[in-house]
């Protein structure tokens, strides 16, 4: 089994900082991409960020310049550090990685995801 445990939502004023932590866990071989994903209430699961294992990192427009992921490969960690916070960033942000469970062939790899972190933006 693998754990997605997502931590560092809460609650901050509008210009403010928040840095989000998702560790994997269990029976891991591989993790190929990792993303952090928000949904705000009413609104359809978005990608905000992800990051490839070689580092390769895409954005959603609306937080480019404002947000950096990043991600340690020897603790299986991904990290969204999120600057000048505005009040549209509100929404409860998703951990989501692709992970290859056992090294026997065919590798196979499968997506998981987070119980999800609240982030809440306030004007």
């Known amino acids: 089994q693998v754990q997605l445990v997502e931590s560092g939502g809460g609650l901050v004023q509008a210009g403010g900082s928040l840095r989000l932590s998702c560790a994997a866990s269990g029976s891991i071989f591989s993790i190929n991409a990792m993303g952090w994903y928000r949904q705000a209430p009413g609104k359809q699961r978005e990608l905000v960020a992800s990051?490839?294992?070689?580092?390769?990192?895409n954005y959603v427009d609306s937080v480019k310049g404002r947000f950096t992921i990043s991600r340690d490969n020897a603790k299986n960690t991904v990290y969204l550090q999120m600057n000048s916070l505005k009040p549209e960033d509100t929404a409860v942000y998703y951990c989501?990685?692709?992970?290859?469970?056992?090294?026997?062939?065919?590798?196979?790899?499968?997506?998981?995801w987070g119980q999800g972190t609240q982030v809440t933006v306030s004007s």
């Open positions: 990051i490839t294992s070689g580092g390769t990192t």
């Open positions: 989501n990685a692709i992970i290859v469970t056992t090294s026997l062939l065919p590798w196979t790899a499968s997506n998981y």
